[in-house]
């Protein structure tokens, strides 16, 4: 079993930054490959970023690419998201994921998710 709490999340203006932890309880975590999702008002939840269980492959949404990263500690049982050159259309609900054994874009692939981290970007 593993559980999973995002913080980090908050109100940011455009062309900001914020960075989002996801911090795992269970010593099987470091094992899994952790995702990264957003869920926007109305609209269904999408994939932002994925990281495998080594840490030595990530993957983008394209619509994140090249502002967002994504990186893990196994030793300290986290992954993070850090979010630069924010832009309005990136306010969502953010939620972490994990459970899968690759770093699936695909939400049904993941046992384990987050209660959520609302972030607010500003124009």
């Known amino acids: 079993q593993v559980q999973l709490v995002e913080s980090g999340g908050g109100l940011a203006q455009a062309g900001g930054s914020l960075r989002l932890s996801c911090a795992a309880s269970?010593?099987?975590?470091?094992?899994?490959?952790v995702g990264w999702f957003r869920q926007a008002p109305g609209k269904e939840r999408e994939f932002v970023a994925a990281i495998t269980w080594s840490g030595g492959n990530t993957y983008y949404a394209d619509s994140v690419k090249g502002r967002f990263t994504i990186s893990r500690d196994n030793a300290k049982n986290t992954v993070y998201l850090q979010m630069n050159s924010l832009k309005p259309e990136d306010t969502a609900v953010y939620y972490c994921?994990?459970?899968?054994?690759?770093?699936?874009?695909?939400?049904?692939?993941?046992?384990?998710w987050g209660q959520g981290t609302q972030v607010t970007v500003s124009s």
């Open positions: 994921a994990a459970g899968s054994s690759w770093p699936s874009r695909v939400l049904y692939e993941y046992d384990y």
């Open positions: 269970g010593r099987t975590f470091s094992s899994y490959a």
